[in-house]
Every structure is written in C-alpha cells, then in structure tokens.
C-alpha cells in the first residue's frame, strides 16, 4: 500500500506546488510531538510512583477524599468556565511542567496549520476570482459571436433569394439567441471585425460600390444593434438615433450609413497574426482603416467570414483552456482537504487533543476552498455550453475534448523496445565482421563506398541519436514532474512518451543497420546499383513521415511538420515554445543538413548510375550551398528571436539573444574561408570569431537558459530553486558544456589524418555536439518550469477575439 505522503507528492499540480499544503512539515512537528511525549513518560511514571507512595506527604488522612473531591469539583468548574481556552491549559495535572512541554510543540503544529490553511484559502480564492472573471468574459465574447453569425446567416440567406428586406425586417423582430446567462455584465466596447471586400475596392462600378455600402452599413447597423442589445455602449449615442437622421433620401441614405460606420470609431475582429494568411488579412484590414480615414469610405464594412472562424475556433479553445483549470482547482481543492484530514488524524492520534481537532476539523470545512461550489457550477455551465456550440449536443464529442482520455500504458511498446534493441546490436556485429572480411574499412578499401555509405547511414545515425537523446529527456522530466506537455502545448493524450521515442530510436538503427548489411551482400556478390539501397531507405523515410494513415505516431509526425513548416518561413508564424526549441536542436544538427544536403543532390541529380561523386563535392554550386545550409539554422533562429522582439513589447534581450546566432554565423563564415585558404591570418580569424562566439553562447546557456551564475542565490553560483538534489550534477553540467562547446578548435589543428579516420571524427564531432544538445534540453526545460510555477502558470491563455477597450 502507497503512504498518503507518496501519494500526494504524485498528484500535486507541479506548477501550484507552493500553494499546496506543506504536508512533509506538518508531519515532521507531529514526529516531534511523539518523540517528546516518549521523552516525557518515564518521568510522568516515576512523578507518579512517587505520589503513589506518599512522598513529600505525611501519610494517610482521613480528609484526603474531601480534598480529591473538591480538587476534582474545581477544574471541572475552571474547564467549563473557560471551554475557549488553548489546549495548554486544558492538558494541566499534577505534572503541569512536563505537559506544558509536550503543549508547545502541539502549540507550534497547530499554528502552523492555520498558516498552511490561510496560505491555502488565499490562492483558492484568487484563482477561484480569475476564473469567474473569465468565465464572464467568454460567455459575453460566445453572445457576440453568436449574434454575428445569425446576422451574416440572414444576409446571405437574403441575397440567394433577392429579398433582403424581408431578411432585415425578420433579423430585427427575432430575439437574441438563448444563451446561458452572464454571471455578471461587462461595460466598455467590444471592437468587432470589418474587413472591406478586395473585389469591391477594385470595382469601378458607381452603382456596384454604392450597393456594397449599402449592403456593408446594413450587416455593420445590425451587428451595433446587437451589441447594444448586449449591453455594450458606443460613444456618439445609439445606433436608432443615428439611423434616422440618416435616412432622408437616395445617395444621402448611403451616405448617412456609411458615417454611421465612423461613429463608434474601427469595428474589428482582433485575430492575432501568428500566421502569413492572418498576418496578410491584418494588413489588408489596416489598408482599409487608413483609406477610411482619409474619407474614401470604401465598400463600407463587411464582416469577414474568415475571421468570425477565427474568433469561433479562439473561443472554443479559451473555453476549453477555462474547463482544464476548473479541473485543476478542483483537484487542488480535493487534494488540500484530503491533506488536512489525513495530517489530523495522525494529530489527533499522537497528541489525545480531540477537541482542538475537532475545531480546527470545522475551520477546515467551514473554508473558501472546501465549502465554495462556484467552481463546480462554472464547470457544469461550461460543459452545457460547450455541448450545445462546439459539440452539436453531441456529449462524446464534448467530453473528447473536454476531458480527453489519457493513452493506456502497455508493455507491448518495452517489449518492443527490447526487441529491435536487440535486434539491432546482433545486426551490428555481424556488419562490422562482414565489413573487416571484406576490408571495407582498410587503407585499400574501395574510397566510394564510403562516400555513398558514410553520408546516408551517417544521417539516420545522428537522427536515431538525437531522438534517444529525446527519449532520456523525457524519463528525466517526467520523474522530476516536468510538465513538458504543457510547456510546449502538446495535447496529453497524443504526446510520445519515454518509451514511444526509445521504440523510433531503436527501431530507426535496425532498418538503418539492416540496409547496410544487404548492401554489403550485393556489393560482395558484384550486384548493379547497390547504391540506389540508400535511396531506398530515404524514399521510405520520407513516405513514412508523409503518410496520412493513423499509423506511426501520426500526430507527432504532423506535429514535427508543422513545427518545421513555422520555422522554415520565420519570422511570419507566431514564435510558440515548442518552435524555437526545435530550432535550437537544428543549429546542433548542422552535420545532418549537410549530409542530407549531399544524398539528395546525390540521388536527384542520377550521379549514382555512373558513380559521378564529385558532381556533389567539387562543383561551386555545391560549396556555396554548403555555405547557405550551414547558416540557416541560425538565420531561422534570428527571425523567430525579431518576431519576438517585436511581439513581446521590444524585449532587449530577445535581440540580445538574436545577437547570439548572428555571432555564431560570423563565426561559421571564418572557419569555412579558413577550410579554403588555410593562411596564418584566417587561422587567427577563426581563434578570436570563434571564441567570441563561445563566450556569447556560453554566457546565455548559464545565465539565460538555465538561470546560473547568481550570485546572490544560496546554492553557490546557481539559482535558489533546484529540482535535483545533488547540487554538485549542475556544476558538473557547466564544466561539460563547456567542453563540448569547444569543439570547434580541433578546425584549426592541423590533424593527417586518413580518409575513414576523417569521416569517423566528423561523425564523433557531430554526435558529440547532439549529446551536448540534449544535456542543454534539460536544464532549459527545468529553468522554464520553474518560471511558469513562480508565476503560478498551469492553464495556456488564449486571447480573446473581441476585445474591450474602457469607454471616454
């Protein structure tokens, strides 16, 4: 059976962890309580025998019954006079000084559960506030929207039919539709969307513009209408009063209702740009506004259908970020009295108090965070919600996504791992015998073997490194409760695990080793176009990440596409956690490029049916190539580091940190003119470029990254948090990474070495730099969630689509 104390640790919320009850302290004063106790029973005995025999007495009397009665009579009367008093008083014998020793370490455990308690009270009820608050906005924001796709319905509805009259007259005479109520009015002014039609702006056509203004002033009037219905004030007045100064005649009615759209000033939608098409409809929506301003009044304001998506698809995911918290403080409310009804008990046990238990057991209940149901009927008036608008009143499809289920563990995946580990380590050894036979790897091997082998295995050997790599970072984030799934924003029950990651690593290294096996078969049998195998085995890679069918962890091969789609075209996608992380790992897999680089121009340009090598080696397209690939990690990491710049209220050290990768690509730049023309100045070059860059990088890795190098922390030139225990792993840490970092100087030794023993450093260069990557992967992590638990952050916001500004 698992202790509570275990238990609870478990099931804390990782980032609330400090809000929690600290119930490992209030179990160490109990065991304070029962060691004096112990301490203080032999000398309760011998007080006792020595009572007993009537020492310091002088001998039997015949009133000792009239005084025990009358001794009995008066504390009876003092307890019932004084029933309030400390537990101190109430304990008091004939061994008074023994027991008020025992009562100040009882004293000293129920105060400190009164702090825990109030610590507890304060952040439920703050998180309780923020909640209710959002919960308000969301369902105004769900009555807006609702009131806007009715309006647009109507409209197109009208237009099919040629009677928008009949559309218009039908629109205002119907209700708003049902929604649950709003726990609490809001005043300001919502910005709605209103986006002029591109076609409408190029028509040249009077008559078809004026129609458009009419057409746009009329959906615009009505969506105002609404709002107002909703309690939201413009400032100029109401719309009535405005429509019917201007409805007078012909041209002045269009007129009249193209002003009435100035009145309450822009009318938007506010979609974040965090991608090209929103970025470009934002900017189009600002072209609009500033030909407005300027009294062109073009085509009036049309809704965007686009962006009323948008704005559904934002509030859905808000409402479903809302409900996750509910869930959690729910579970924080359960956990905290679940503690303090278990911490009691042992209390109780130890110290023979019942009644001061028993008052403290109704202050427990008696609290906000106990006793409160606000939470829960949020969370029943968000799943009711939820129900009727996302889910079509479909309760599966709600709970899908409401409460996802959690992927059931299976040993099938360990056995799997086994297997393919296994596999792979007997397919190895019969690889390196077979290639010693055949003398593959001598002084006299054939030079074109490894050309081909070298940068296609050399390849999927690094990928199946940096996913093991992977793998080991999650085991250590998972047992150290590193809510890695939250930081990057990966849906729970679709996440790879430890053993998901070990399962591709393993089972990539048998295929990879399986290949090179049979092509060592064909080329000792004399087979034609051995070397098309490698083909092969990249033309399936590349269909398995392509598949569509819900088979090889489908998610996460698209969840890798879409991150690598977001960082490819940087700086226009929003720079989310997940995006530049994944970047960080490509600037240590600049090898992998460069041998991906080599086999596509190897395999695309047909150069494998002649054996024509240096077509991808010497030609000058191929070098300047070289000199791109290696820069772009760093360029894509530069542009996510200005977007975010710009983004985050221009944030200095973001571009400090893009000053970073710019000092790495100037360092890179050196080292390959030093690999052209080897010339004592170069060589200079690459030592103070080079070393520039390692102390920039260095310098964020500790400072930045991981949160070292304080030196008003007290753990030594750390930071005051630490997940590990055993500071001496950290420094430890910091001394490999910096060795590792310095692995550039073996660029300017001068190293006669052969061609395999060439190829084999490049290799150990490489996975070394991918090691020193996924060391980097942890502590930048651990330094991330330690952030998001000071600021008590365990829920993504999501921003909603309909902002509100405070009115004049």
């Known amino acids: ?57 002088y001998g039997f009397s015949v009133l000792d019954p009239v005084r025990a009665l009358t001794a009995r ?6 307890a019932a006079a004084s029933p309030e008093e400390g537990e101190e008083e109430s304990l008091e014998s004939d061994s008074g000084e023994l027991v008020r020793a025992t009562d100040k370490h009882e004293q000293e455990f129920l105060e400190r559960a009164d702090e825990e308690l109030n610590k507890v009270n304060e952040f439920y009820a703050s998180q309780e506030g923020q909640l209710l608050e959002r919960g308000e906005a969301l369902i105004e924001q769900l009555r807006i929207l609702a009131d806007i796709k009715r ?53 040249g056509s009077v008559e078809m513009q004026q129609a458009a203004v009419a057409e746009g002033a009329a959906v615009a009037e009505e969506v105002m209408a609404a709002l107002e219905r909703n309690g939201v004030s413009f400032v100029g007045g109401g719309i009535a009063g405005k429509a019917k100064k201007a409805n007078k005649d012909g041209n002045k009615q269009l007129m009249g209702r193209g002003a009435l759209l100035q009145l309450p000033a822009t009318v938007r939608i506010d979609i974040p740009p965090t991608s ?6 934002k900017v189009w929506e600002e072209l609009v506004n500033v030909l407005r301003k300027d009294g062109a009044d073009p085509a009036a304001a049309f809704v965007h259908r686009k962006k009323v998506q948008h704005a559904e698809k934002n509030i859905r995911d808000a409402f479903l970020a809302l409900y996750q918290g509910l869930e959690l403080l729910k579970k924080f409310s359960s956990l905290n009295v679940k503690a303090f009804t278990k911490i009691l008990k042992k209390f109780v046990k130890v110290s023979e108090q019942q009644r001061a238990t028993d008052l403290f057991s109704e202050k427990v209940k008696r609290s906000p965070f106990s006793s409160s149901d606000k939470v829960l009927q949020l969370a029943d008036e968000v799943e009711c919600i939820f129900l009727r608008h996302f889910a079509g009143n479909d309760r599966k499809v709600a709970m899908k996504y409401l409460k996802p289920q959690q992927p059931r563990n299976t040993h099938m995946i360990t056995f799997l791992v086994g297997l393919f580990t296994g596999t792979f380590v007997s397919l190895f050894i019969i690889y390196s015998v077979l290639a010693h036979v055949a003398g593959i790897f001598s002084s006299t091997g054939s030079p074109a073997y490894m050309d081909i082998v070298y940068h296609v295995f050399s390849m999927f050997a690094l990928i199946s490194l940096h996913v093991f790599l992977y793998g080991c970072n999650l085991f250590m984030w998972k047992s150290t409760r590193i809510n890695h799934n939250f930081i990057f924003d990966f849906a729970s029950n679709t996440a790879l695990t430890h053993r998901d990651a070990f399962l591709m690593s393993a089972s990539i290294m048998c295929t990879v080793v399986l290949s090179l096996v049979i092509n060592l078969f064909l080329r000792n049998a004399g087979a034609t176009y051995t070397d098309a195998l490698p083909g092969a085995l990249l033309l399936l890679s590349t269909g398995v990440l392509f598949c569509p069918f819900n088979i090889f962890y489908r998610s996460t091969r698209y969840c890798f596409m879409r991150v690598m789609r977001n960082i490819i075209f940087s700086p226009f996608y929003k720079v989310l956690m997940a995006d530049f992380f994944m970047a960080d790992q490509l600037t240590s897999q600049i090898p992998l490029l460069r041998h991906m680089e080599f086999a596509a121009c190897y395999f695309m340009a047909g150069t494998f049916r002649n054996h024509a090598y240096e077509t991808c080696t010497t030609s000058s397209q191929y070098t300047h190539l070289a000199y791109v690939i290696s820069f772009l990690p760093y360029y894509w990491r530069a542009m996510q580091c200005l977007r975010r710049y710009l983004e985050e209220g221009h944030d200095i050290n973001q571009l400090a940190n893009a000053g970073k990768y710019v000092s790495a690509m100037v ?47 007290k753990n030594l030139w750390l930071r005051d948090q630490l997940i590990l225990k055993n500071k001496s792993i950290y420094y430890v840490s910091m001394m490999l990474n910096l060795a590792l970092r310095l692995a550039w100087a073996q660029s300017v030794m001068k190293l006669h070495l052969g061609q395999v023993e060439s190829r084999l450093l490049d290799f150990t260069l490489a996975s070394l730099e991918i090691i020193r990557r996924g060391h980097w992967n942890f502590y930048r992590l651990e330094n991330e969630h330690l952030n998001n638990a000071g600021k008590f952050r365990a829920v993504k916001t999501v921003p909603l689509p309909f902002r509100e500004l405070e009115t004049d």
């Open 1 to 57: 059976m698992v202790k509570f104390s275990r238990e609870y640790e478990a099931s804390i919320i990782p980032e609330w962890k400090a809000a929690f009850v600290d119930y490992k302290c209030l179990k160490k004063l109990i065991k304070r309580i029962k060691v004096a106790r112990r301490d203080a029973a032999p000398l309760l005995i011998a007080a006792g025998a020595a009572t007993a025999s009537g020492v310091g007495s």
């Open 73 to 78: 009579f008066a504390g009876g009367r003092a």
């Open 151 to 203: 309006i647009l319905a109507d409209h197109a509805a009208a237009r099919g039919r040629g009677g928008r009259a009949a559309a218009l007259v039908r629109s205002a005479s119907m209700p708003p539709p049902s929604m649950s109520p709003s726990l609490n009015g809001s005043s300001g002014r919502h910005l709605l969307s209103g986006l002029a039609s591109p076609q409408s702006m190029s028509d």
């Open 276 to 281: 090209p098409g929103r970025a470009a409809l």
């Open 667 to 713: 360092a890179a730049a050196v080292r390959f003119k030093y690999a052209a023309t080897p010339t004592p100045f170069w060589m200079w070059m690459v030592i103070i470029s080079s070393s520039g860059a390692t102390i920039y990088q260095l310098y964020w890795d500790f400072v930045m990254d991981w949160g070292f190098l304080n030196p008003k922390s």
